[in-house]
C-alpha cells in the first residue's frame, strides 16, 4: 500500500500555538496603527469644518462678560458660553451647549493622558489651568495686569465630538502691545474624538485647535509628534551660516514637518498637555521671512509666549507635528 505523508496532531498544534503567539504579538500594534490613522483622518476633518465656521464670523473677541472679582463668587464670567451660543452656534452645527463645571455632561472626561504617556492629568477647566503661563502679567491684556481667567465651556457637535472652548474676549483690543501669543489667541479648543471612550490620551483622541486674531482669523490644527523632551529637540545643524531647522523633521520622519509660527504658538498655549514641563527653550518655525546667509525667521519662546523674529543663523530647537 502506499503511503500517504501528513503533519501529526502534535505539529499542528504546536503551528497553530506559534500562528496565535505571533497574531498576539503583531495584532495590538496594528490595531493601534488603524486606529491612530483614523483619528488623524477624524482630526483633519474636524479642523477643516471648524475653521470653514469661525472664517465667516465678522470677530472673535468681545463675547459675554467677565468680570474679575476678589473671590471666585464674585467674579462674573459667561465668555465661554457666550462665545458658544451667540456666535460660534449661529455658524456651526451644535448638539449640545454645557456651561461651565458642567463639562462632563458633554462628554468631556475629568482626567486625561499626556502626549508622551507619561502622567495622568486633570482636564482643565479654566484658562490658569490650561497653562499658568498665558496669565503672566508681564504681557497683561486687561487693565489689571492679567489675562482673562476664563472657564471653559463646552459643546458636541454632530459628529459626536465632545469640545471644551477656552476663550479669551480681551483678544484684538488696541490695549494688547508686542507679539506675545497671550494677546493674539482669541480660542483654543482641546476636543475628544469619542466623547467619554478611551484612551483619552493626547495625540489619539484627544486634540487641540486653536483660533489666532481677532479680524481675518487663522485656526491651526497640529498634531504634534510624540517624542521626548529630552531627545526631541535641539537643533544646531548649519548649512552655510543658515539653520536648516526644517531638515530635522524630515530625517524624523517623512510624514513630519516643522509647524509655521501660528501652529508653533498653539503648541506653546497646551504646553501642559504634551507634557513639556519646564520647557524655556526658544523653537524655529517654518515661517521664514527671508532667505539668505542673514536671513530671517520667525521663533517661539516656550517660556514666555513671545514670538519674536530671529536671524536664521541662531541655534534654536526645533518639534515637529504630523503632516
Known sequence: MKKTKGFTLAEVLITLAIIGIVAAITLPSLLVNVNEKAWDAQKKALHARLAQAIGQMNTLGGYGTYTKGETDDETVDTAAESFILDALSKVYKINNVCGPDKLSSCGIPSKITTLDAASEINFPTNMSELNLKL???????????????????????????????????????????GNHVQNKMCANFVYDLNGAEGPNQV?????FITAFYNKNPVVVAPIPYNISYASAIKQYTETNGEI????????????????????????FINGPLINLGSNTNIYWSASVISLGVYGLAWAQDF?????NINSRTFARYARCVKK
Open 203 to 207: 495625540g489619539k483622541d484627544i486634540g
Open 244 to 267: 536648516d531647522a526644517s531638515g530635522v523633521c524630515t530625517t524624523m520622519g517623512e510624514d513630519l514637518r516643522l509647524p509655521n509660527k501660528d501652529e508653533l504658538s498653539s503648541l
Open 135 to 177: 496669565l503672566n502679567g508681564l504681557h497683561a491684556t486687561d487693565e489689571d495686569g492679567d489675562m482673562a481667567d476664563t472657564k471653559a465651556a463646552a459643546f458636541e457637535t454632530v459628529n459626536g465630538e465632545s469640545i471644551a472652548v477656552f476663550y479669551n474676549p480681551l483678544c484684538g483690543l488696541d490695549s494688547q502691545v
Open 303 to 307: 517660556n514666555n509666549g513671545y514670538r
